[in-house]
């Protein structure tokens, strides 16, 4: 990764051990094309994802090998998300959930007994996670969750509900978060999904995303051993922005690889339909649409490629930070400048990554759409599923309509903050 620091030989050009992981990635996908489709349909979770995902790897693709995981940095990751993502963005939002915003906070941010309690697990399939933020008044303003906890001594107790909870109905494990009762102090807990006094419920009749398991999670006095509070009390609310960073990530890198296969479909399509005598590929407004598509992977690559080397450098610091400080939790957030301008600056590309290749997957699927013409227009087509998906990337992890604004205060500064 050192490579990638200095500007001048930044050409994101993939080593021999990318490429051979890369291409074991898409074997997976191949063999995964045709249950996926036939689940899609379905409106039912792939269960030949997990076993197969599993065989190579993938469920632990960034996570270190202590853990059981592959130990790749955030670039390969990202590019396997990327050819995941011509499956459809429901097998990379099961990803995005279990790894992004689910193994890497707990990478991040747990202790070694938490790591080694929970985190080699989900590495080999045993246990998925999912990653519960989200409420029915709280979506792209995390800080104002009304899910509480009680510190009982012994114990915490966890009262509230969340809701679009990705994995949610069979992950064993999940980071949630809540307020703390009294306070507007915000933690983070590991949650065991088999624990008492927690109730699950499917959500369906979603227009998109339709073999994605999201669920309504119900906190009845739910009691959450000490132990699992993630790093200290009252800094859920800045893990939590953290691990926002890597599923912003993950949504650019799969849309993506939405865009590339649409560029294959249209362009099979475009050089076997004829009308008016000639293949449409022949059309100047087909190749005006085509061209579009192609555009927007390339500008798409290079924010998510560069966001994504951002990322890895903030979390090298991490890492040695950690290893160099046994108090590091409460001494990182402890006017580090270092970790400030590090993370401030990979927020701020995952944003832009994510605005962008998320808005531009949307206008290809659409494009995609209307080069197949009436023959797009039904879920057995791919351009028809990724446009209804897509529909969904432009919401989740922060609204695009948020990251303008977020995207503009970075450069106006935190005075200047219009949320």
């Given at each position: 990764m050192k490579d990638y620091l200095n500007l001048s030989r930044m050409n994101f050009e993939m080593s021999k051990s990318q490429i051979d992981f890369i291409s074991k990635v898409d074997n997976s996908c191949r063999n995964l094309r045709k249950f996926e489709e036939e689940s899609y349909l379905l409106e039912k979770f792939n269960e030949k994802l997990i076993p197969e995902f599993n065989k190579i790897g993938m469920l632990g693709c960034p996570i270190s090998k202590q853990y059981?995981?592959?130990?790749?940095?955030?670039?390969?990751?990202?590019?396997?998300?990327?050819?995941i993502g011509e499956e459809g963005s429901s097998i990379r939002t099961f990803l995005s959930a279990h790894t992004s915003i689910g193994q890497l906070v707990l990478q991040n941010w747990g202790n070694e007994e938490q790591n080694k309690e929970y985190l080699t697990n989900t590495t080999n399939g045993k246990s998925i996670m999912g990653f519960a933020l989200t409420e029915p008044e709280a979506g792209s303003d995390p800080a104002s969750l009304v899910t509480e906890y009680e510190d009982c001594g012994t114990y915490f107790v966890l009262r509230g509900k969340k809701h679009w909870i990705g994995n949610g109905t069979f992950a064993k494990i999940i980071t949630t978060y809540a307020?703390?009762?009294?306070?507007?102090?915000?933690?983070?807990?590991?949650?065991?999904?088999?624990?008492?006094?927690?109730?699950t419920i499917e959500m369906k009749n979603?227009?998109?995303?339709?073999?994605?398991?999201?669920?309504?999670?119900?906190?009845?006095?739910?009691?959450?051993?000490?132990?699992?509070?993630?790093?200290?009390?009252?800094?859920?609310?800045?893990?939590?922005?953290?691990?926002?960073?890597?599923?912003?990530?993950?949504?650019?890198?799969?849309?993506i690889g939405v865009m590339q296969d649409c560029l294959n479909e249209v362009v099979t399509y475009s050089k076997s339909r004829k009308q008016?005598?000639?293949?449409?590929?022949?059309?100047?407004?087909?190749?005006?649409?085509?061209?579009?598509?192609?555009?927007?992977?390339?500008t798409s690559k290079w924010l998510v490629y560069r966001a994504g080397c951002a990322r890895q450098k903030l979390h090298e610091y991490l890492i040695e930070f950690k290893t160099n400080n046994k108090t590091w939790i409460s001494k990182l957030n402890r006017d580090n400048e270092i970790y400030k301008?590090?993370?401030?600056?990979?927020?701020?590309?995952?944003?832009?990554?994510?605005?962008?290749?998320?808005?531009?997957?949307?206008?290809?699927?659409?494009r995609s759409i209307q080069i197949f013409g009436s023959a797009g227009y039904k879920k057995t087509s791919r351009v028809a599923k990724h446009f209804l998906d897509t529909r969904a990337t432009t919401i989740y992890e922060g609204t695009n309509e948020v990251l303008e604004l977020k995207?503009?205060?970075?450069?106006?500064g935190n005075d200047y903050s219009s949320y």
């Open positions: 059981g995981g592959l130990g790749y940095d955030m670039l390969t990751y990202l590019l396997s998300i990327e050819r307020r703390e009762k009294g306070t507007n102090k915000i933690s983070a807990f590991i949650v065991e999904m088999d624990s008492q006094n927690i109730e979603k227009m998109g995303l339709l073999t994605v398991k999201n669920a309504e999670i119900f906190f009845n006095n739910c009691i959450i051993p000490k132990k699992n509070l993630i790093g200290l009390k009252g800094q859920g609310l800045n893990i939590a922005y953290s691990a926002l960073i890597d599923g912003r990530l993950s949504v650019a890198a799969g849309s008016h005598g000639s293949v449409i590929a022949k059309k100047q407004l087909i190749q005006h649409h085509i061209s579009q598509i192609a555009i927007s992977i390339e301008k590090l993370r401030f600056e990979a927020d701020r590309l995952a944003a832009i990554a994510k605005f962008h290749a998320t808005n531009t997957a949307f206008d290809c699927a659409n995207i503009a205060s970075a450069i106006l």
